[in-house]
């Protein structure tokens, strides 16, 4: 079994900063790809930011500048520095991994976090 922990939602007023934290627990031999995706009230879940194993990244369009995705391999960890918060960006907050692990038979899993809630005041 694998699980992902998310960790550092809140509130915070616009213009503030927050950081996700994302960590994987279980038998992982190998993470692939790293995502956060946002799901805020009426709205679909959308992909915020992806990392792959090695490191290239890419962005939603409202994240681009504001938000850095970041991993670190030995720790099986992600992270989502979010600064200049806006209240567009309340929602949700779920992390996704590509793993490969779990319990024997061994092989490649998708994982999703419980979700953190981000709320931003305005």
């Known amino acids: 079994q694998v699980q992902l922990v998310e960790s550092g939602g809140g509130l915070v007023q616009a213009g503030g900063s927050l950081r996700l934290s994302c960590a994987a627990a279980?038998?992982?031999?190998?993470?692939?790809?790293m995502g956060w995706y946002r799901q805020a009230p009426g709205k679909q879940r959308e992909l915020v930011a992806r990392?792959?194993?090695?490191?290239?990244?890419n962005y939603v369009d409202s994240a681009k500048g504001r938000f850095t995705i970041s991993r670190d391999n030995a720790k099986n960890t992600g992270y989502l520095q979010m600064n200049s918060l806006k209240p567009e960006d309340t929602a949700v907050y779920y992390c996704?991994?590509?793993?490969?692990?779990?319990?024997?038979?061994?092989?490649?899993?998708?994982?999703w976090g419980q979700g953190t809630l981000v709320t931003v005041s305005s």
């Open positions: 990392i792959t194993s090695g490191g290239s990244t």
């Open positions: 279980g038998t992982i031999f190998s993470m692939n790809a």
């Open positions: 996704h991994a590509e793993v490969f692990g779990g319990t024997w038979p061994y092989r490649n899993l998708e994982v």
